[in-house]
């Protein structure tokens, strides 16, 4: 007994939770959010409201549920991002003609023009947050990084 519990002290003093894989990209998420947002324009526009946006940019009008698939946002999430955007009046939301149960969400001009204004800030605020990195060390990175999220499946 007395080995399991020395063996358990050790393990506890040797383990830094801020050395974690999960941690280290949750701090470097809250890097790449806070470029984002000190060179937003739109006032209270979240990293994740702008996805959102860019999204219905991108593909065009969608299913709430379809952008929550597409946007990796869980469907409170979602709900929460989209009555915000609304809100600010920059989609509209409707009900699908053919199934009355599905909203179907479109980008109002001046979504479509917030969305446009940001994407280059977005752009800046990647770039930024990978300028420690050299090109190849970029492509790397990103490149684990895609490698991870097929893991899930």
């Known amino acids: 007994m007395a080995a399991d519990q020395d063996e358990f002290d050790r393990r506890v003093a040797e383990y830094d939770a ?9 701090r470097v998420h809250q890097r790449g959010a806070q ?3 000190q060179n937003v324009k739109a006032p209270n526009l979240s990293v994740t409201q702008f996805v959102a946006l860019v999204t219905l940019l991108r593909e065009g009008a ?3 549920s379809r952008l ?4 990796s946002m869980d469907p409170s999430t979602t709900t929460v991002v ?9 989609i509209a939301k409707s009900r ?20 446009a204004e940001h994407v280059p800030i977005s752009v ?23 490698k991870l999220l097929e893991a899930e499946g």
């Open 96 to 115: 699908d003609p053919e199934d009355q149960r599905t909203t179907v969400l479109t980008l109002t001009g001046a979504g479509r023009d917030c969305a």
């Open 62 to 64: 969608m299913a709430q």
């Open 82 to 90: 989209v009555r915000k955007l609304e809100k600010d009046g920059l």
């Open 124 to 146: 800046r605020a990647g770039d930024e947050l990978l300028a420690p990195l050299t090109e190849i060390e970029r492509a790397l990175f990103l490149e684990l990084l895609r």
């Open 68 to 71: 929550g698939r597409m946007t």
């Open 18 to 26: 801020r050395l974690h894989p999960a941690q280290l990209v949750r």
């Open 35 to 37: 470029l984002f947002t």
